[in-house]
């Protein structure tokens, strides 16, 4: 059963950065996807970035592209999300998501069969 911890998120002013980590186990993170989504309140599910574990490839929403950068550590089991020059819509849950499988398109929250519990982030103006 793939388990995911995430963490690194706190409270910040817009402008600051944050890096949130999410920590998989249970299986072999040698292939397939791993993503971050955010949700805020009253707002369905979001995607935010998401990588191949394999190749490396990334993936982002538009509204966060040349502001985060998401990457992995194969070794620790472990991807990251940079968070730079946060604004106060990126205020939201993160929650990471992990599916053993590359397949396309990948920000269909339906598609990812396993989550984290997701840490709060919050961006003050």
């Known amino acids: 059963q793939v388990q995911l911890v995430e963490s690194g998120g706190g409270l910040v002013q817009a402008g600051g950065s944050l890096r949130l980590s999410c920590a998989g186990s249970?299986?072999?993170?040698?292939?397939?996807?791993m993503a971050w989504f955010r949700q805020a309140p009253g707002k369905e599910r979001e995607f935010v970035a998401a990588?191949?574990?394999?190749?490396?490839?990334?993936y982002y929403v538009d509204s966060v592209k040349g502001r985060f950068t998401i990457s992995r550590d194969n070794a620790k089991n472990t991807v990251y999300l940079q968070m730079n020059t946060l604004k106060p819509e990126d205020t939201a849950v993160y929650y990471c998501?992990?599916?053993?499988?590359?397949?396309?398109?990948?920000?269909?929250?339906?598609?990812?069969?396993?989550w984290g519990q997701g840490t709060q982030v919050t961006v003050s103006s």
């Open positions: 249970g299986r072999t993170f040698s292939s397939g996807t």
């Open positions: 990588i191949n574990w394999r190749s490396g490839s990334t």
């Open positions: 998501a992990d599916r053993p499988t590359p397949l396309l398109p990948v920000s269909v929250p339906s598609g990812f069969a396993s």
